[in-house]
Antibody, heavy 126, light 109 residues
C-alpha cells in the first residue's frame, strides 16, 4: 500500500523559508506513470494546488506562488520536497503531499490525486 | 485561470439522495474529480474521470458531467457521509492547471 508522509518544521518565522519533505513508501517515486504534488489548506478554508513534479525533475507551479516556490525530487531517497520563501501569515496552512496520476487522453487532461499524506500544519509566526 | 463554483452547503436527511454541483465554463469538456474530506483528515478521492470510483468507494457515490455543470451524487446518504466535498479539474488552457472548487459542506440532518 502506497504511503506518503510529510515532515518538516511546524513553525516558521515571517520572511523565512518553509521547507517540507514528503517521503514515499510502498512504491517508487521514479515510476513513469505519476507526478507528485503539493496542496495546501489554510485553516477553515479550501484546497489550493501549489505545484507538481515528475521524477525527472520537470515541474509546474501555481502562478500565484511561482515566484516563491521550489519543488525538487530525490529519487535515491524516494522523496520530494517543497520550499516556499518569504512566508507570511497567509501561508499558514496544512500542507499535503499527494500522488498525481492520470494523463493526456486526446484533448482531455485527466490528472487527479489518488494518494495523500496525512498533512502537516505549518504556522507562520514570530 | 479557470474557476470552479460549488454551493457552500447542502443538507439532506439520512436515506435520501444528495447532489453536489460543480460549475465551470464548458466543464463538460474536462475531466472532473471529487474528494471527500472529514474534519482533521486528508482528502479522499471518491470519484475520478467524471464517474469512475476508486477501489473501496461505495457504489452509492456516482458522478456526472455535462455542459457547464458536474454533479456528485450520493445515494442513500448515511451519517458517515457528512463531510466537505471538493471538485477538481486540470486546465491545460490556463497557466494555473491544478484547480479545486471552493468546497461544499454536506450536512446529514
Amino acid at each position: 500500500q502506497l504511503q506518503l508522509q510529510e515532515s518538516g518544521p511546524g513553525l516558521v518565522k515571517p520572511s523565512e523559508t518553509l521547507s517540507l519533505t514528503c517521503t514515499v513508501s510502498g512504491g517508487s517515486i521514479s515510476s513513469s506513470s505519476y507526478y507528485w504534488g503539493w496542496i495546501r489548506q489554510p485553516p477553515g478554508k479550501g484546497l489550493e494546488w501549489i505545484g507538481s513534479i515528475y521524477y525527472s525533475g520537470s515541474t509546474y507551479y501555481n502562478p500565484s506562488l511561482k515566484s516563491r516556490v521550489t519543488i525538487s525530487v530525490d529519487t535515491s531517497k524516494n522523496q520530494f520536497s517543497l520550499k516556499l520563501s518569504s512566508v507570511t501569515a497567509a501561508d499558514t496552512a496544512v500542507y499535503y503531499c499527494a500522488r498525481q496520476r492520470g494523463g493526456i487522453f486526446g484533448v482531455v487532461i485527466r490528472y487527479y490525486f489518488d494518494y495523500w499524506g496525512q498533512g502537516t500544519l505549518v504556522t507562520v509566526s514570530s | 485561470s479557470y474557476v470552479l463554483t460549488q454551493p457552500p452547503s447542502v443538507s439532506v436527511a439520512p436515506g435520501q439522495t444528495a447532489r453536489i454541483t460543480c460549475g465551470g465554463n464548458n466543464i463538460g469538456s474536462k475531466s472532473v474529480h471529487w474528494y471527500q474530506q472529514k474534519p482533521g483528515q486528508a482528502p479522499v478521492l471518491v470519484v475520478y474521470d467524471d464517474s469512475d470510483r476508486p477501489s473501496g468507494i461505495p457504489e452509492r457515490f456516482s458522478g456526472s458531467n455535462s455542459g457547464n455543470t458536474a454533479t456528485l451524487t450520493i445515494s442513500r446518504v448515511e451519517a458517515g457521509d457528512e463531510a466537505d466535498y471538493y471538485c477538481q479539474v486540470w486546465d491545460s488552457s490556463s497557466d494555473h492547471p491544478g484547480v479545486f472548487g471552493g468546497g461544499t459542506k454536506l450536512t446529514v440532518l
